[in-house]
């Protein structure tokens, strides 16, 4: 192949479906080199018209939960429906060892050689705006090549659920039985982001144990108030493991996505969720453009010695950072 593939030539192969040009597309979003994010943002505009058509679907709760376990089993109930998934993750932890990659894809094994699948790992970092960002833009992608399902795995902890729900039309909560801790996702307010709960891990020995842990949410998500949407937040008992109870779980999505878009709430949905990509978007090419800046670095570098020594407080660095952008405004650099 070409080393260098045109605005084009990425647009047209990746409406066509072309699995390669889609690949490298993604890499080229989660490039951070200048010239290839501007190229990026172009054939993001360019493909803008072929988005949109498929529901996007998060799908949270903690590490070992088995999030990928039931990607793999979801996602070959809907390939077997002849749908095409595209798997994506968000992981703002800088720190992710290979690990959990490697162990990712063996628990996707069979989804990974469905030709109606396409799985691709998170790019991490640790700066979780940009990520999911980044993830953002490779749901447009995916959405341009014909994929109808968008499967988004949290990989990492705490924010990583704030942002899925800022991507996702629909969000899906895994929770494991047992433990006394049935009431812990409601304390962590982590229950508000989600439109359904699954308990997963009910087989075998824990199959009483879910049923309870069934009873004990529904009562739980009783005592919130309804939901904007009026969708009633369903909870289901399945194993993952198994492909039990996966089945109920795409007729609930075509329900919610029924009711949300007879209500307006799913369009309305989206567009708040535009309109937070345009503000984060504002942040940070006004962050980058600043921060790009040489003089800036410097001065930054010197503050940054300032502060350890104790010769000046960080408030008035920060202000004395911006004292400097005031001024280059002003002055038209
Ligand atoms: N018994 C049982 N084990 C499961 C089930 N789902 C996942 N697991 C196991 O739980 C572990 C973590 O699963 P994984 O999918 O990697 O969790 P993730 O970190 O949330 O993606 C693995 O050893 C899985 O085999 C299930 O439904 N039943
Ligand atoms: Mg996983």
Request: net charge neutral; proline share 3%.
């Amino acid at each position: 192949m070409k080393k260098n593939i045109s605005s084009s030539e990425y647009k047209e192969g990746i409406i066509a479906g072309d699995r390669m040009i889609l690949s490298k597309a993604i890499t080229l979003v989660e490039s951070s080199l200048p010239y290839e994010k501007f190229e990026a943002s172009e054939l993001i505009d360019q493909i803008l018209p072929y988005t949109g058509r498929s529901i996007r679907i998060g799908i949270t709760g903690v590490p070992g939960v088995g999030k990928s376990t039931f990607i793999e089993s979801f996602g070959l109930q809907l390939t077997s429906q002849g749908r095409k998934v595209a798997v994506l993750s968000i992981d703002p932890s800088s720190s992710r060892n290979k690990g959990s990659i490697l162990g990712d894809k063996t628990r996707m094994g069979k989804l990974s050689i469905e030709t109606n699948a396409f799985i691709r790992p998170s790019p991490s970092g640790n700066q979780l705006g940009g990520i999911a960002q980044k993830t953002r833009e490779n749901i447009l992608l995916c959405e341009a090549a014909g994929f109808d399902v968008i499967l988004i795995e949290t990989v990492g902890v705490g924010q990583s659920e704030t942002a899925v729900k800022e991507l996702c039309d629909f969000v899906l909560l895994l929770m494991l039985a047992g433990g006394g801790d049935e009431l812990q996702g409601i304390k962590r307010g982590i229950m508000e982001l989600a439109d359904m709960v699954a308990i997963n891990k009910v087989d075998g020995e824990n199959v009483k144990a879910g049923n309870i842990a069934k009873k004990a949410y529904q009562q739980a998500l009783h005592l919130f108030p309804p939901n904007d949407n009026k969708w009633v937040v369903p909870v289901a008992t399945i194993s993952s493991l198994d492909a039990d109870g996966i089945s109920i779980i795409w007729p609930i999505i075509q329900e919610f996505k029924k009711l949300t878009t007879s209500n307006g709430h799913f369009e309305k949905n989206r567009q708040e969720q535009n309109l937070s990509w345009f503000r984060t978007g504002i942040d940070q090419a006004l962050s980058s453009h600043f921060l790009e800046n040489e003089s800036t670095q410097s001065k930054i570098s010197d503050l940054e010695e300032a502060i350890s020594t104790g010769k000046i407080s960080v408030k008035s660095a920060v202000n004395s950072v911006m004292d400097g952008l005031r001024n280059s405004t002003q002055t038209g650099l």
